[in-house]
């Protein structure tokens, strides 16, 4: 069905079918390298005959792609991510530029590049509390709260408020299984600091009752 629609120039419909297969592969767990073929000639279709908002789609899926096979990869998915970003200002689509931007803050941070991340992250999480995105409010929190315990050494007052977010992250019931996964691995990154225990009381504490929003504000500060 996919070469009757590239024979008779349906690219909408290839491009559909295209990011479709390319994501199907990922959940069922097929190779990396086959997504990222599926990837690529979704974003040769999108320039060749879809729209803008094909092209920005078809960029994320193939620079996330790039993310997930590895360092040699990445420099590309970086180039990819960029792009998508800046058709999204063009645009005007903040949900896409806000996915970008998380993607893009990922790759630069697996690049240790912590500046470029941290801004990326910061820039999305602005935009995705303004739309009220919880599962991806939450990913970029956790992508933060790492990148600060990895950049610096923390006072109690920093660490309270990690701790803090790990928690609230951890148990929100919005959390998917790897932001949940990263929450747990901040938690017991954050264990091992040896923190007074006043400090962890406070912190399951507050988690109880802050909003995801008052937390988010707390950590753009």
Request: with cysteine; aromatic share 6%.
């Given at each position: 069905?996919?070469?009757v629609?590239?024979?008779?120039?349906e690219?909408?419909?290839?491009?559909?079918?295209?990011?479709y297969l390319?994501?199907?592969?990922?959940?069922?767990?097929?190779?990396?390298?086959?997504?990222?073929?599926?990837?690529?000639?979704?974003?040769r279709?999108?320039?060749?005959?879809?729209?803008?908002?094909?092209?920005?789609e078809?960029?994320?899926l193939?620079?996330s792609?790039?993310?997930?096979?590895?360092?040699?990869?990445?420099?590309?998915?970086?180039?990819?991510?960029?792009?998508?970003?800046?058709?999204?200002?063009?645009?005007?689509y903040p949900?896409?530029m806000a996915?970008?931007?998380?993607?893009?803050?990922?790759?630069?941070?697996?690049?240790?590049?912590d500046?470029?991340?941290?801004?990326?992250?910061?820039?999305?999480?602005?935009?995705?509390?303004?739309?009220?995105?919880?599962p991806?409010?939450?990913e970029?929190?956790?992508?933060?709260?790492?990148?600060?315990?990895?950049?610096?050494a923390?006072t109690?007052?920093?660490?309270?408020?990690?701790?803090?977010?790990a928690?609230?992250?951890?148990?929100?019931?919005?959390?998917?299984?790897?932001?949940?996964?990263?929450?747990?691995?901040?938690?017991?990154?954050?264990?091992?600091?040896?923190?007074?225990?006043?400090?962890?009381t406070?912190?399951?504490?507050?988690?109880?009752?802050?909003?995801?929003?008052?937390?988010?504000?707390?950590?753009?500060?």
């Amino acid at each position: 069905g996919l070469q009757v629609f590239k024979d008779l120039d349906e690219y909408w419909y290839a491009i559909e079918a295209l990011d479709y297969l390319a994501r199907a592969r990922h959940a069922l767990g097929k190779p990396l390298t086959e997504m990222r073929q599926l990837a690529e000639e979704n974003l040769r279709l999108s320039r060749k005959g879809g729209s803008v908002a094909a092209i920005v789609e078809a960029l994320y899926l193939l620079g996330s792609t790039l993310y997930k096979m590895g360092d040699m990869e990445r420099i590309e998915a970086k180039a990819l991510l960029e792009e998508s970003v800046a058709l999204c200002r063009k645009l005007n689509y903040p949900s896409g530029m806000a996915l970008a931007l998380y993607q893009l803050g990922l790759t630069t941070m697996a690049s240790d590049d912590d500046q470029i991340a941290s801004t990326c992250f910061h820039e999305a999480l602005e935009i995705l509390i303004s739309s009220q995105f919880t599962p991806i409010i939450l990913e970029i929190l956790v992508g933060l709260a790492t990148l600060r315990v990895q950049q610096q050494a923390l006072t109690p007052n920093q660490s309270e408020i990690l701790l803090t977010l790990a928690t609230l992250v951890f148990n929100h019931p919005a959390s998917n299984r790897q932001t949940h996964n990263n929450a747990a691995r901040l938690l017991a990154e954050l264990d091992t600091a040896g923190l007074p225990r006043e400090i962890i009381t406070a912190a399951k504490e507050q988690a109880q009752t802050m909003t995801l929003e008052a937390m988010a504000e707390q950590i753009l500060r």
